[in-house]
């Protein structure tokens, strides 16, 4: 299913946007990005990217993708600040309005991130299958996948998953795990390797003592905090 700038645009400025799953910004990296093209997608505010920015330094660059745009501005402002109050290089930076389901790369910025990146606002998007390839799309040969989600551990009942969704839930809104890692391989990801974090309710937000809404259901699955890397082949 194709949509158009304007209906992904509409889609995610009428989510809400705070507290939930989605605004942590942990970010395991890997121990050696140093030069790396890096590419996080769905970076709000740009926390990430600057973290990018500063483990990649100045021989690598990093691209931001964020659908909303007041959070594009305020990354924008975020980075021209660091930049100016840095001691040490960090590495070229971009922020762009995007979407998972359209990152809008060119075709020379297609197939050359050595890194691509995600958190759990992966869950809030439109269309997953299709968020899969554009990450897959972006990736040059040999990259490696790094997503810090959440999964449901079994099947999903579609209407609460797409309600959760609506609300801006990244919890509740967690496709299952086979579902996910199926439309992994589809996209031509290897390697792929899955780590639990932690169980979840399905109000868990970023702070611990927070709790965000929650479709009311009988729906019984369990959702785990999950750690997923995968590889591009060469």
Known sequence: MEYT?????????????EFGFASMCKMTLPQNVEGMRAIDIGCRRGKGVLKFASRIGSGGFVLGIEPNDAFVR??????????????????????????????????????????????????????????VRQMALAARPGATLLLETVLAAGERDVAVLGAARKMGNAVQSAPSKD????????AGFIDVQRTVVQKLTPDAAYKQDTKVPCVDSVECV???ETIVTARVPR
Not at 5 to 17: T, W
């Open 179 to 186: 579902e996910f890692l199926g439309w992994l391989s589809d």
């Open 222 to 224: 369990e959702f785990e």
């Open 5 to 17: 700038v304007d209906e992904l645009r509409q889609y995610y400025a009428s989510m809400p946007q």
């Open 74 to 131: 305020e990354a924008v402002d975020r980075i021209r600040e660091a930049e100016a109050e840095s001691d040490k290089p960090l590495a070229p930076t971009e922020i762009r309005q995007g979407f998972f389901e359209m990152l809008g790369l060119s075709p020379e910025e297609e197939h050359t991130f050595d890194l691509v990146y995600a958190n759990s606002s992966l869950n809030l998007c439109k269309n997953m299958p299709e968020a």
